[in-house]
């Protein structure tokens, strides 16, 4: 069956989450398969205002189902959090969560060491603090955890001990690391997640549900923070282009819908290049016209004229077969 991927065009918030809860309703299963909670994907529902960072936006009055894939790295405590705030609206949809056991985690040392990292750098990139960057770093230096580890505890410590020595050395006298207390929280947050119920499993093994059921991939992110495509270094670092929903095991070609979300103007949260910038008023009354305040970490977002030589880039990068324009009035 065609698939959908609705992807950020621009350097995020082009108001991805409003496009995916439309089109939620049509399809059976939403895939998120990059970043982390340093996406904001605020959606209302019956006038009520869900502000997600790492759960797919599923559709609250169906049954549709939403896949965590691997190419995510999730922060587990965050997880449990959106999945209560859910739960006490509509008991029972965390069975409708499933997670890729091939995920890494983001541990809360890898917050601090965001920190300590944008801290050190001559040119900090602005990120959102959230242990992206290091969860990532870690999961291709091969010295992260992942999903499939919390199935066994022996295992699990033996994992845990063995990354914790190479990182309390590599950060001596910077930050210190736990083993029991990484050990104990990882297997206290699984364990919360067993209880609500959601289902763990493998882009394989739900390969036939993927390949015939109506499938969502929803981006997060935009284009110009890709980490191979965008304006590196001051990028993400995952793939924010359609290419991660090769994390779901799927490769999707011109018969698949790719659309690409563009706000009527740019916005750009952190440092790094945006050539069509506005300053002082101007930008100042465009910010209050289009709240653009983060909802991540409620920052100042930067405000800029529409560019379309950026787009046609993006469009390119992404193989965009399709546009949704927001935030057109006001
Ligand atoms: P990180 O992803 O937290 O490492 O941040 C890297 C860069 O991406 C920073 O400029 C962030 O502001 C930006 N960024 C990360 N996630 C989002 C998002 O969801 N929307 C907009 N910008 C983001
Ligand atoms: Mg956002």
């Not at 995920?103 to 890898?110: A, E, G, K, Q, R």
């Not at 992206?132 to 845990?160: C, M, S, T």
């Not at 499938?215 to 191979?228: R, S, T």
Request: with cysteine; charged share 30%; glycine share 8%.
């Amino acid at each position: 069956m065609n698939k959908l991927a609705i992807i950020g065009a621009q350097w995020g918030d082009e108001g991805k989450g409003k496009v995916v809860n439309y089109f939620s309703k049509f399809n059976d299963i939403i895939v998120r398969s990059s970043g982390g909670a340093n996406a904001g994907h605020t959606i209302y529902f019956k006038d009520k205002k869900y502000v997600h960072h790492l759960l797919p936006s599923i559709t609250f009055d169906t049954d549709s189902k939403g896949f965590l894939a691997k190419g995510m790295v999730i922060e587990l405590e965050q997880m449990i959090e959106e999945l209560k705030v859910l739960e006490a609206d509509f008991p029972g949809i965390s069975k409708r969560f499933m997670v890729d056991v091939e995920t890494f985690i983001v541990l809360p040392y890898h917050k601090e060491e965001d920190g300590l990292l944008e801290s050190m750098r001559k040119n900090p990139i602005g990120t959102t603090k959230r242990g992206i960057g290091p969860a990532y770093q870690d999961k291709a230096a091969r010295q992260n955890v992942r999903i499939i580890d919390l199935f066994d505890d022996e295992l699990l410590r033996e994992r845990v001990e063995e990354i914790v020595y190479l990182k309390n050395n590599i950060y001596e006298g910077k930050m210190h690391i736990d083993v029991d207390e990484t050990v104990n929280y990882l297997l206290d947050k699984f364990d919360q997640l067993l209880k609500l119920g959601v289902t763990f499993t493998s882009a394989s093994e739900i390969e036939d549900e993927i390949k015939n059921k109506r499938v969502l991939f929803e981006g997060a992110q935009g284009i110009m923070l890709d980490l191979d495509s965008g304006t590196y270094p001051y990028v993400t670092s995952s793939t924010t282009t359609a290419y991660s929903a090769s994390c779901a095991d799927v490769t999707l070609t011109d018969d698949d819908t790719i659309m690409g979300v563009v706000k009527a103007y740019t916005s750009r949260v952190g440092e790094g290049e945006f050539p069509t910038e506005l300053f002082d008023e101007e930008a100042d009354k465009l910010r209050k016209l289009g709240n653009e305040f983060g909802a991540t970490t409620g920052r100042n977002r930067r405000v800029g004229w529409i560019d379309l030589a950026q787009l046609r880039y993006a469009i390119k990068k992404s193989k965009i077969n399709s546009i949704v324009m927001t935030k057109q009035t006001y």
